[in-house]
């Protein structure tokens, strides 16, 4: 059996798959303990982003079939500020994180987004694919959890990346 993976965008303003997204969201907090928000925060701000989704379905299923799974999605906003991003921990490793940065920085000059300062993997994974660190923040989180604030291009950092990913 084969999978076939396909790309859906949501724009902003429309809730289309916030419920599919809200549940790979909950099983990467239950598993990895990151990524908690409340329910209507979450619905907000995807309505307010452009949502960039990946999806997983057996070859032949058909685009849009029941079979397929959410298997990574990133929310970003008209500024290029990454609300979310998360890829099914059972797909990790497999490049979908870097393809969905990679679509992202396609579409704007600089990306940016937080990441809990705790979060070891996540803090690893941007940095490899070339976000730096601009600056610490102590009690970003509700439960004073505090966040790095990281930041991709401003010129030739998306270009790199987008490099990065067409080899």
């Given amino acids: 059996m084969s999978v076939d993976v396909t790309k859906r965008v949501v724009e902003a303003g429309s809730d289309e798959h916030v419920d599919d997204a809200w549940e790979l969201k909950e099983r990467i907090r239950r598993e990895d303990d990151v990524l908690k928000q409340r329910r209507g925060f979450f619905t907000n701000a995807y309505r307010r982003a452009t949502v960039h989704l990946l999806f997983a379905g057996v070859r032949g299923g058909g685009r849009g079939s029941e079979a ?13 500020y990454v609300l979310f991003l998360a890829v099914d921990p059972t797909h990790r490793g497999e490049g979908f994180g870097r ?8 579409e704007h ?6 990441a ?13 694919i070339g976000f730096e660190i ?3 923040i102590d009690n970003y989180y509700e439960d004073g959890g505090a966040a790095y604030y990281l930041k991709l ?3 030739g950092l998306t270009d790199r990346l987008s490099s990065f990913m067409r080899r």
């Fill in 68 to 80: 397929d799974d959410l298997i990574g999605f990133a929310a970003v906003r008209r500024d290029g």
């Fill in 99 to 106: 393809q969905l940065m990679a679509t992202v920085a396609d």
């Fill in 109 to 114: 000059d600089a990306v940016t987004c937080h």
């Fill in 116 to 128: 809990r300062a705790t979060n070891e993997a996540a803090i690893d994974f941007y940095e490899h």
């Fill in 134 to 136: 601009k600056r610490r």
């Fill in 153 to 155: 291009g401003g010129g």
